[in-house]
């Protein structure tokens, strides 16, 4: 099992940053990447970054790409998600997932993932 916590959420205006991370614990060694996911209210979870745990090939949503960035620390077992110039649509609750797949490209679709965070939330104001 691997559990994971997130945090760095919370309130924001429009244009400015946010720096999200999480912690992996328990069977790290499983994990083959790791992955940001976000739902805002009446919305279906979706993608937003990706990151393979050997070689550090990263994958963004379209909306994330030139505005997020996604790294890892395998020391630390950690995975960040530096937002910057957020959007009042980036409003959601932000999620950290792990998979143990094996792909080629960081995986991007839910049920590729096997452990998920409780979330954390992401508030941007106008």
């Known amino acids: 099992q691997v559990q994971l916590v997130e945090s760095g959420g919370g309130l924001v205006q429009a244009g400015g940053s946010l720096r999200l991370s999480c912690v992996a614990s328990?069977?790290?060694?499983?994990?083959?990447?790791m992955g940001w996911f976000r739902q805002a209210p009446g919305k279906e979870r979706e993608f937003v970054a990706a990151?393979?745990?050997?070689?550090?090939?990263?994958s963004y949503a379209d909306s994330a790409k030139g505005r997020f960035t996604i790294s890892r620390d395998n020391a630390e077992n950690t995975v960040y998600l530096q937002m910057n110039s957020l959007k009042p649509e980036d409003s959601a609750v932000y999620y950290c997932?792990?998979?143990?797949?094996?792909?080629?490209?960081?995986?991007?679709?839910?049920?590729?993932?096997?452990?998920w965070g409780q979330g954390t939330q992401v508030t941007v104001s106008s």
């Open positions: 997932a792990a998979y143990s797949g094996s792909y080629y490209y960081p995986a991007s679709r839910i049920q590729e993932y096997d452990y």
């Open positions: 328990g069977r790290t060694v499983s994990s083959a990447g």
């Open positions: 990151i393979k745990r050997s070689g550090g090939r990263t």
